[in-house]
T-cell receptor, first 115, second 112 residues
Framework: GAGVSQSPSNKVTEKGKDVELRCDPI?????LYWYRQSLGQGLEFLIY????????KSGLPSDRFSAERTGGSVSTLTIQRTQQEDSAVYLC?????????????FGAGSRLTVL | KQEVTQIPAALSVPEGENLVLNCSFT??????LQWFRQDPGKGLTSLLL???SQREQTSGRLNASLDKSSGRSTLYIAASQPGDSATYLC???????????WGAGTKLIIKP
């Protein structure tokens, strides 16, 4: 597609439920990031995928969070047993890592509200 | 550990004014610094990227400067317009990994 697509755009769930957030990056972009943005705060790095390399999971806040990237394209961020503090906007971005300094293209985000 | 700060958190100015947004960072060993714009309900849009070896970048009415020694970057917006109203975020990228460290942003309102 022309841009980074994220779904759902909004998700309201009950505490304790599992949620899946999807990111469809720009075709051909080998790098994919997930970030979390809480109200009034800067973006918090979650996870980074680059090609077939092992992902950098160092930003995942707990073992309830996991992410996959299938076939080097679509990525799914899964949050198990959601907590109220997981409420945030989850942003996905992709870039072509042909050179180091590449501009990121962001999706519109998935707003998660945990009741 | 890198920390990125943006002050002020919010700024409101009349249309037509020139303005400067500030970004400071604690670790000068950055690979690059980027400025982004965030509109409500939309994703972030990259505005300017400054490599560590560069002092400034320009795009239209926007000019971003970088002073690594003082740990500062500024985004200059000339002849502001109501359409410039958005939240502006800066982020640094380090040499050691691909993570971006973000400021909390400056919410800019341009009054017609």
């Amino acid at each position: 597609g022309a841009g980074v697509s994220q779904s759902p755009s909004n998700k309201v769930t009950e505490k304790g439920k599992d949620v899946e957030l999807r990111c469809d990056p720009i075709s051909g972009h080998t790098a994919l990031y997930w970030y979390r943005q809480s109200l009034g705060q800067g973006l918090e790095f979650l996870i980074y995928f680059q090609g077939n390399s092992a992902p950098d999971k160092s930003g995942l806040p707990s073992d309830r969070f996991s992410a996959e990237r299938t076939g080097g394209s679509v990525s799914t961020l899964t949050i198990q047993r959601t907590q109220q503090e997981d409420s945030a906007v989850y942003l996905c971005a992709s870039s072509s890592r042909g050179s180091r300094a590449n501009v990121l293209t962001f999706g519109a985000g998935s707003r998660l509200t945990v009741l | 550990k890198q920390e990125v700060t943006q002050i002020p958190a919010a700024l409101s100015v009349p249309e037509g004014e020139n303005l400067v947004l500030n970004c400071s960072f604690t670790d000068s060993a950055i690979y690059n610094l980027q400025w982004f714009r965030q509109d409500p309900g939309k994703g972030l849009t990259s505005l300017l990227l400054i490599q560590s070896s560069q002092r400034e970048q320009t795009s239209g009415r926007l000019n971003a400067s970088l002073d690594k020694s003082s740990g500062r970057s500024t985004l200059y917006i000339a002849a502001s317009q109501p359409g410039d109203s958005a939240t502006y975020l800066c982020a640094t990228e380090s040499y050691s990994n691909y993570q971006l460290i973000w400021g909390a942003g400056t919410k800019l309102i341009i009054k017609p």
